[in-house]
């Protein structure tokens, strides 16, 4: 044993990051092992062609908790969150319907399709703000474990309770149905424009083996509604420089307040003395020593990879055996020579500043998955695109444009195996289904990046690629995160922790798990 | 993008102050002027022609039609004669209101609804199974306001119907110089008016028609900010402003029930049925925790708390829409939603929301001002509303 220290973190990713920055804050002496030489884990901007900077994997920000950004001063490390003002889905037919953040432009572009759905839609507004309110506090408190007698977890559950109770009936009723109803059902009841029930239905499915029509979507509609900036709900933003800016914020801010950092250094196990773990051996086989190991792995790495056969309960390892990945999504990165053109828009314009959404109807949503659910990808996929260049132009040559386009679904257990003849078919699919819209964008591509579920995995170290570290879905959620009991951030195995987004709350680049777990350390120790 | 009226080639063009003003959606003039002054004494002394196009309108029509109305509002529209125009709040199940504004029974099976906001869903919904056409005509008729004294003179000059005959919210067809209109003697002023209401098309040459009639008489186009301070001397409430629509409202404590508005006499609870009528029942047995009343900011002590920083007192050159406290003996007991400076009244008045129990007329209590950047207490009288009503109006 060469080096001792309070914390090692596993994981240079954005949660595991976020924790070593709160433990160091508090002042932990913190390590951050990270076996890739950059840092982010998912979380990364690299200029893959030169001239072209690409948020590689994870592309936007949603939920990264705004008190992460105060706490550890995140702006000052050169975090900038720039806001995406609207969603475009184009249309088959030519046409196109947008959601804007004006009320007033949003009123006007919806009430183009139906004048009904344009009310619906600030009605609906209301009920999943209050929704999202009524829900939230449950993301910044240590998941309690209803089982548990332990005096903590009473009051945790007591005050959950009380939230509850405290829900008029009609807003219990609502979350009822969120909890329960499939997102393409539970936007049935309010809306009739085909194109807007798919585009919104979409958030119900990204990053989930699941279609618009699985019930327990709906649910995951509200999770994505909860996104917040600047205390400001449903603002999704696009971080200045890519998203490895927020984790190179993160990084800088962990540094500032005195923890090490070391990429290049991958972690071959966990060290367990006495049924508790006390350090780690890297792959070089340098052995460290820590009071506390924080694993920001995703729950089967963690458990299955680090640990040996025997370091864990039998029904733990069961549990942790069933939780479900199922990555089926992937990325195409395209540098482009010239902006999309499409069909009826402008050429320029504040419509491409925001999302594009390919998902013209919750058929089409739906038929994508049918393929998915049989392991074909998805011919005709959902997409979320963006633009980064227009609105950060450092991210490409001037004049030349970076494209983001998120793809689902590709399901990692593709029939066959992913190959590299897949990863391009897949590809293809996907600019032809774009091109089908706009037309001029098989011409404009300069280089393309394909990313499989098995590339995620392969290269960040995800299990079957899943963006979320396991699946977001209702019985993932919470107390069940990643396993029911186990949910604090502890684990079977004493002085062993997890931070990563396969923990409560869960994914979505909003550094709360990471928060959390540093909080329960920091609790537990004090 | 925001809407335009059909005014808006004529609006635009006398808008010399570039003051513009979001109004649902569309864009209209806060003040053509560079002050809103000689607007704002248009309508007191001569006429205003203000553009109201943005309000939402909706033509009911069919077997049904009284009947929906009758169902979504707490007024009596069953039994309203062909002509009636009636102002109606309209209230959710639970007896909170969602929004005002009026219905003209335009013939036995044809309405006109405006509304602040658009209401089309909420109306469809409560139709179902009625035998009735709603249709959204909010684009398709233009709509202006004419008012102050002068304005049936005005518009007398141009339509051959007698308008001494149209009695205050009454409505009629007419014909305006060649073109199809229904005048209605109605308004957000509390002062003699009208407003007419005109497809579309037809509006530019309504508007052409009315300034050149009313130049003698000394008509000015008007904007909001004008009609904002008359609407407060006429004790009318806007929604958003003066209260939060059910629909909007994010916590309980946000709605109220027309009672606590002061529109306890639009509500007829000898209706057999109405939305909302089960809540209101009760609510009227327990009497409004809240009333909704005119509060004037006395001058005498507003010029005290501006003597001791050796000023002269300062009052609001327009309108304010924020909510200020109301106190007694430290106590807060209100808040004061929409106030300003009346030129014509020479008062300075607010309107407020006040606890039952402190709301009586005449009562004394304390408004929040601000003084040389300094919070204070300025004497505040409850009064009733309206501040203005001349007998013109009704006349």
Same mark, same amino acid.
């Given at each position: 044993?060469?080096?001792?220290?309070?914390?090692?973190?596993?994981?240079?990713?954005?949660?595991?990051?976020?924790?070593?920055?709160?433990?160091?804050?508090?002042?932990?002496?913190?390590?951050?092992?990270?076996?890739?030489?950059?840092?982010?884990?998912?979380?990364?901007?690299?200029?893959?062609?030169?001239?072209?900077?690409?948020?590689?994997?994870?592309?936007?920000?949603?939920?990264?908790?705004?008190?992460?950004?105060?706490?550890?001063?995140?702006?000052?490390?050169?975090?900038?969150?720039?806001?995406?003002?609207?969603?475009?889905?184009?249309?088959?037919?030519?046409?196109?319907?947008?959601?804007?953040?004006?009320?007033?432009?949003?009123?006007?572009?919806?009430?183009?399709?139906?004048?009904?759905?344009?009310?619906?839609?600030?009605?609906?507004?209301?009920?999943?703000?209050?929704?999202?309110?009524?829900?939230?506090?449950?993301?910044?408190?240590?998941?309690?474990?209803?089982?548990?007698?332990?005096?903590?977890?009473?009051?945790?559950?007591?005050?959950?309770?009380?939230?509850?109770?405290?829900?008029?009936?009609?807003?219990?009723?609502?979350?009822?149905?969120?909890?329960?109803?499939?997102?393409?059902?539970?936007?049935?009841?309010?809306?009739?424009?085909?194109?807007?029930?798919?585009?919104?239905?979409?958030?119900?499915?990204?990053?989930?083996?699941?279609?618009?029509?699985?019930?327990?979507?709906?649910?995951?509609?509200?999770?994505?509604?909860?996104?917040?900036?600047?205390?400001?709900?449903?603002?999704?933003?696009?971080?200045?420089?890519?998203?490895?800016?927020?984790?190179?914020?993160?990084?800088?801010?962990?540094?500032?307040?005195?923890?090490?950092?070391?990429?290049?250094?991958?972690?071959?196990?966990?060290?367990?003395?006495?049924?508790?773990?006390?350090?780690?051996?890297?792959?070089?086989?340098?052995?460290?020593?820590?009071?506390?190991?924080?694993?920001?792995?995703?729950?089967?790495?963690?458990?299955?990879?680090?640990?040996?056969?025997?370091?864990?309960?039998?029904?733990?390892?069961?549990?942790?055996?069933?939780?479900?990945?199922?990555?089926?999504?992937?990325?195409?990165?395209?540098?482009?020579?010239?902006?999309?053109?499409?069909?009826?828009?402008?050429?320029?314009?504040?419509?491409?500043?925001?999302?594009?959404?390919?998902?013209?109807?919750?058929?089409?949503?739906?038929?994508?998955?049918?393929?998915?659910?049989?392991?074909?990808?998805?011919?005709?996929?959902?997409?979320?695109?963006?633009?980064?260049?227009?609105?950060?132009?450092?991210?490409?040559?001037?004049?030349?444009?970076?494209?983001?386009?998120?793809?689902?679904?590709?399901?990692?257990?593709?029939?066959?195996?992913?190959?590299?003849?897949?990863?391009?078919?897949?590809?293809?699919?996907?600019?032809?289904?774009?091109?089908?819209?706009?037309?001029?964008?098989?011409?404009?591509?300069?280089?393309?990046?394909?990313?499989?579920?098995?590339?995620?995995?392969?290269?960040?170290?995800?299990?079957?690629?899943?963006?979320?570290?396991?699946?977001?879905?209702?019985?993932?959620?919470?107390?069940?995160?990643?396993?029911?009991?186990?949910?604090?951030?502890?684990?079977?195995?004493?002085?062993?922790?997890?931070?990563?987004?396969?923990?409560?709350?869960?994914?979505?680049?909003?550094?709360?798990?990471?928060?959390?777990?540093?909080?329960?350390?920091?609790?537990?120790?004090? | 993008?925001?809407?335009?009226?059909?005014?808006?080639?004529?609006?635009?063009?006398?808008?010399?102050?570039?003051?513009?003003?979001?109004?649902?959606?569309?864009?209209?003039?806060?003040?053509?002027?560079?002050?809103?002054?000689?607007?704002?004494?248009?309508?007191?002394?001569?006429?205003?022609?203000?553009?109201?196009?943005?309000?939402?309108?909706?033509?009911?029509?069919?077997?049904?039609?009284?009947?929906?109305?009758?169902?979504?509002?707490?007024?009596?529209?069953?039994?309203?004669?062909?002509?009636?125009?009636?102002?109606?709040?309209?209230?959710?199940?639970?007896?909170?209101?969602?929004?005002?504004?009026?219905?003209?029974?335009?013939?036995?099976?044809?309405?006109?609804?405006?509304?602040?906001?658009?209401?089309?869903?909420?109306?469809?919904?409560? !139709?179902?199974? #009625? &035998?009735? $056409?709603?249709?959204?005509?909010?684009?398709?008729?233009?709509?202006? =306001?004419?008012? %102050? /004294? @002068?304005?049936?003179?005005?518009?007398?000059?141009?339509?051959?119907?007698?308008?001494?005959?149209?009695?205050?919210?009454?409505?009629?067809?007419?014909?305006?110089?060649?073109?199809?209109?229904?005048?209605?003697?109605?308004?957000?002023?509390?002062?003699?008016?009208?407003?007419?209401?005109?497809?579309?098309?037809?509006?530019?040459?309504?508007?052409?028609?009315?300034?050149?009639?009313?130049?003698?008489?000394?008509?000015?186009?008007?904007?909001?900010?004008?009609?904002?301070?008359?609407?407060?001397?006429?004790?009318?409430?806007?929604?958003?402003?003066?209260?939060?629509?059910?629909?909007?409202?994010?916590?309980?404590?946000?709605?109220?029930?027309?009672?606590?508005?002061?529109?306890?006499? !639009?509500?007829? #609870? &000898?209706? $057999?049925?109405?939305?909302?009528?089960?809540?209101?029942?009760?609510? =009227?047995?327990? %009497? /409004? @925790?809240?009333?909704?009343?005119?509060?004037?900011?006395?001058?005498?002590?507003?010029?005290?708390?501006?003597?001791?920083?050796?000023?002269?007192?300062?009052?609001?050159?327009?309108?304010?829409?924020?909510?200020?406290?109301?106190?007694?003996?430290?106590?807060?007991?209100?808040?004061?939603?929409?106030?300003?400076?009346?030129?014509?009244?020479?008062?300075?008045?607010?309107?407020?929301?006040?606890?039952?129990?402190?709301?009586?007329?005449?009562?004394?209590?304390?408004?929040?001002?601000?003084?040389?950047?300094?919070?204070?207490?300025?004497?505040?009288?409850?009064?009733?509303?309206?501040?203005?009503?001349?007998?013109?109006?009704?006349?």
């Amino acid at each position: 044993m060469v080096k001792k220290c309070d914390a090692i973190v596993i994981g240079g990713g954005h949660n595991g990051l976020v924790c070593a920055a709160y433990l160091a804050r508090a002042g932990k002496r913190a390590l951050v092992l990270e076996r890739r030489e950059v840092l982010g884990g998912a979380a990364l901007s690299e200029e893959v062609f030169p001239g072209f900077t690409f948020s590689v994997f994870s592309y936007v920000v949603s939920l990264l908790r705004p008190e992460i950004i105060r706490d550890l001063d995140l702006p000052r490390h050169g975090l900038h969150i720039l806001p995406l003002e609207s969603t475009l889905t184009p249309l088959p037919d030519g046409g196109h319907i947008a959601q804007w953040n004006d009320h007033d432009q949003n009123r006007h572009e919806l009430a183009r399709h139906s004048l009904r759905d344009a009310e619906a839609y600030d009605e609906l507004g209301r009920l999943l703000h209050q929704m999202a309110r009524a829900v939230r506090p449950l993301l910044g408190m240590l998941p309690p474990d209803p089982a548990s007698l332990r005096v903590r977890d009473l009051a945790s559950l007591a005050r959950l309770g009380g939230h509850l109770r405290g829900l008029a009936p009609e807003h219990f009723h609502a979350l009822h149905k969120l909890l329960t109803m499939s997102s393409a059902d539970y936007l049935d009841e309010w809306f009739e424009t085909e194109a807007l029930k798919a585009t919104k239905s979409a958030s119900g499915i990204i990053g989930t083996m699941l279609g618009p029509r699985s019930p327990g979507t709906a649910y995951v509609l509200l999770h994505h509604y909860m996104g917040e900036l600047d205390g400001v709900f449903r603002a999704w933003g696009f971080a200045k420089g890519g998203n490895g800016s927020v984790s190179a914020a993160i990084a800088a801010a962990a540094r500032r307040f005195g923890a090490e950092i070391r990429t290049g250094a991958p972690v071959a196990n966990v060290i367990v003395k006495g049924h508790r773990a006390v350090g780690v051996a890297l792959e070089s086989g340098e052995e460290i020593q820590a009071k506390v190991v924080v694993s920001g792995a995703d729950p089967r790495r963690t458990f299955l990879d680090l640990l040996g056969p025997g370091q864990l309960p039998d029904d733990f390892v069961a549990a942790i055996r069933r939780f479900r990945f199922r990555g089926a999504s992937g990325k195409v990165n395209l540098a482009l020579a010239e902006l999309p053109r499409f069909a009826g828009l402008p050429d320029a314009g504040p419509h491409l500043r925001g999302a594009i959404s390919i998902s013209p109807s919750v058929d089409y949503l739906e038929r994508a998955y049918d393929e998915a659910k049989y392991g074909e990808f998805s011919r005709r996929p959902y997409l979320d695109i963006v633009i980064p260049s227009l609105l950060d132009p450092a991210m490409a040559p001037p004049g030349k444009h970076v494209m983001s386009i998120f793809a689902q679904y590709a399901p990692y257990a593709l029939n066959g195996g992913w190959t590299d003849a897949r990863r391009e078919a897949f590809g293809d699919a996907v600019i032809d289904t774009i091109t089908e819209y706009a037309p001029n964008l098989k011409g404009a591509i300069l280089h393309r990046q394909v990313i499989t579920p098995a590339d995620i995995e392969r290269t960040v170290g995800l299990t079957e690629g899943n963006i979320f570290q396991g699946e977001l879905t209702l019985q993932q959620m919470f107390f069940f995160r990643p396993v029911p009991a186990w949910a604090r951030y502890a684990t079977p195995v004493p002085g062993l922790y997890q931070c990563g987004a396969g923990t409560h709350p869960g994914g979505g680049v909003m550094g709360a798990s990471g928060r959390l777990a540093a909080q329960a350390i920091l609790g537990e120790k004090a | 993008m925001l809407k335009t009226t059909p005014f808006h080639p004529r609006t635009a063009a006398l808008c010399a102050s570039y003051a513009w003003r979001r109004w649902a959606g569309y864009v209209v003039a806060s003040s053509y002027g560079l002050s809103h002054e000689h607007e704002y004494h248009a309508i007191r002394s001569a006429a205003a022609l203000l553009d109201i196009s943005p309000l939402c309108k909706y033509l009911v029509r069919g077997k049904d039609a009284a009947r929906l109305l009758d169902r979504v509002v707490p007024r009596d529209v069953a039994h309203a004669e062909v002509g009636r125009v009636l102002y109606t709040p309209w209230c959710d199940a639970a007896g909170k209101v969602l929004d005002d504004g009026t219905i003209a029974r335009l013939d036995d099976a044809l309405f006109r609804m405006t509304s602040a906001d658009p209401g089309l869903r909420w109306l469809e919904d409560n !139709a179902l199974g #009625l &035998d009735v $056409e709603i249709e959204d005509a909010t684009d398709s008729i233009a709509a202006l =306001a004419l008012q %102050g /004294p @002068a304005s049936r003179a005005i518009l007398q000059e141009v339509c051959s119907k007698d308008l001494g005959a149209l009695k205050y919210f009454r409505t009629t067809a007419a014909e305006l110089r060649g073109a199809p209109v229904t005048i209605s003697r109605t308004g957000y002023t509390g002062d003699l008016g009208f407003e007419v209401w005109v497809d579309a098309p037809d509006a530019l040459a309504v508007w052409d028609a009315l300034i050149q009639a009313g130049t003698p008489y000394g008509i000015a186009p008007a904007g909001m900010l004008a009609l904002d301070m008359a609407r407060i001397e006429a004790g009318l409430m806007l929604i958003d402003v003066d209260y939060i629509s059910a629909r909007k409202a994010l916590i309980p404590q946000q709605t109220s029930t027309p009672f606590e508005l002061g529109l306890g006499w !639009a509500v007829n #609870l &000898d209706k $057999e049925n109405f939305v909302g009528k089960r809540a209101l029942v009760e609510a =009227a047995k327990r %009497g /409004p @925790a809240w009333r909704f009343m005119g509060v004037e900011i006395e001058w005498e002590s507003l010029e005290e708390l501006y003597a001791d920083v050796k000023l002269a007192p300062q009052v609001p050159a327009a309108v304010w829409r924020t909510s200020v406290p109301l106190y007694t003996d430290g106590d807060q007991v209100g808040y004061a939603t929409s106030g300003g400076w009346s030129p014509l009244l020479k008062r300075y008045i607010a309107l407020a929301h006040i606890e039952s129990s402190h709301a009586a007329p005449g009562t004394r209590l304390e408004m929040e001002v601000t003084v040389e950047h300094r919070r204070m207490h300025a004497t505040a009288c409850v009064v009733r509303r309206p501040f203005f009503d001349p007998e013109r109006k009704r006349a």
